[in-house]
């Protein structure tokens, strides 16, 4: 099965003003086996209050072999080079071993052009109107949670 190197990444974005009251928080969300085409995911929530600010995931692909890994990384190369030129995103493959991949990707929610993202599967939304979005923390972790992953905060 040919895998692709990004990270679709769950959560919710919702219309309306988001809430910043609060301290900082990071709650982190961990699958607890498989996720999609991972062998497993982990997912950071920078938040103030329910509005996420910062997301970062770091998930695992296993290849067949040596050779299957690396076509995969060249042919996602370019991939990553557009992902690279939006605005508040960053993504990246980083070499475990000879047979498996971190697909890393960091989005700068207050930055990153949460619509654009959506319409190129990088977000799983769940929105009816696309004005003014948000990534909601509890909506977000519920979704993860129903998935199977065990979410943390700090």
């Known amino acids: 099965m040919k895998k692709s190197l990004f990270v679709l990444v769950a959560v919710l974005l919702l219309t309306g003003c988001g809430s910043n009251k609060g301290k900082e928080t990071t709650t982190t969300c961990k699958s607890s086996g498989s996720y999609l085409v991972y062998e497993s995911s982990e997912q950071e929530y920078v938040s103030k209050g329910d509005s996420v600010k910062q997301l970062n995931s770091k998930s695992v692909l296993v290849f067949?072999?040596?050779?299957?890994?690396?076509?995969?990384?060249?042919?996602a190369q370019a991939n990553l080079d557009a992902i690279n030129e939006l605005e508040g995103v960053e993504a990246s493959v980083e070499i475990i071993d000879e047979t498996s991949a971190y697909d890393i990707m960091k989005i700068n929610l207050?930055?990153?052009d949460l619509p654009r993202l959506s319409e190129l599967g990088i977000?799983?939304?769940n929105t009816e109107n696309s004005k003014a979005m948000f990534v909601s923390l509890?909506?977000?972790?519920?979704?993860?949670?129903?998935?199977g992953f065990t979410c943390e905060s700090k």
């Open 138 to 147: 509890k909506q977000s972790v519920e979704l993860l949670e129903s998935e």
């Open 123 to 125: 977000l799983q939304v």
């Open 64 to 75: 067949n072999s040596k050779e299957e890994l690396d076509a995969t990384v060249e042919n």
């Open 110 to 112: 207050d930055k990153a």
